[in-house]
């Protein structure tokens, strides 16, 4: 008889911990967003994170590059992936109707990504071997780390595009140096985690 039993663990404790940052999030919102938008915006960041895997998988096979620079591009990626969630699932709805909203659907859009790679590294570490502390014990570390950095600079870009937004003069300035601070962001911590092991 099939065990089901480690890959439900792990899919349950890969989303957990951006089900529990999303939470917190939302509930700093004095305005808040939709239940309906919100989920609807976690799920099309999920759905085009798994379409994006294929791509990431071509990119690393046909671009033998530098470590760092493999970082960086890896690190610019996952940042338009989470923009393309944010692009075609909430932006010119009317919901977005306020300047901190596009923090909460970039966080949201962020968290849907981060669901996908803690599920990814739980499925691999399950399918190795099974120990369902050990499997808590990675998924709470990520809760502190990955995740909240996925996050983090998911509403840093989600900041700069509601700049773009509210001064579109500046429009393109805003959107490259949001993309350039989230991005930076995101490389100099995988670069730093590397360097450290």
């Known amino acids: 008889m099939v ?31 939709s239940k309906k ?12 994170t798994l379409i994006a895997l294929y791509f990431f998988n071509f990119i690393n096979y046909y671009l033998p590059a530098s470590l ?25 709805h009317h919901e977005l109707d306020e300047p901190v909203d596009f923090m909460i659907y970039m966080i949201t859009a962020g968290l849907g990504f981060a669901a996908i790679e803690n ?3 739980s499925f691999s570490f399950s399918l190795e071997y099974f120990n369902i502390a050990s499997l808590f ?20 870009l989600g900041y700069y ?3 773009a937004y ?17 991005t930076f962001l995101h ?5 730093s985690q590397i360097s450290i092991f």
């Open 68 to 92: 760092l620079f493999y970082l960086f591009l890896n690190a610019f990626l996952e940042e338009i992936i989470k923009f393309s969630s944010f692009r075609f699932s909430i932006f010119k």
């Open 37 to 48: 938008k919100i989920i609807e915006v976690f799920l099309y960041s999920i759905l085009i």
């Open 119 to 121: 599920t990814l590294y």
């Open 187 to 191: 490389f100099s911590t995988r670069s």
């Open 161 to 163: 595009l509601a700049l």
């Open 166 to 182: 509210a001064f579109l003069k500046k429009k393109k300035r805003y959107i490259i140096t949001g993309f350039f601070w989230a």
């Open 137 to 156: 014990q990675i998924n709470a570390v990520r809760f502190l780390g990955a995740n909240f950095l996925h996050a983090l600079v998911s509403a840093i």
């Open 3 to 33: 065990n089901y039993f480690p890959l439900i663990a792990a899919v349950l404790l890969g989303i957990l911990p951006t089900i529990i940052w999303l939470l917190f999030f939302l509930s700093k919102d004095k305005n808040p967003e």
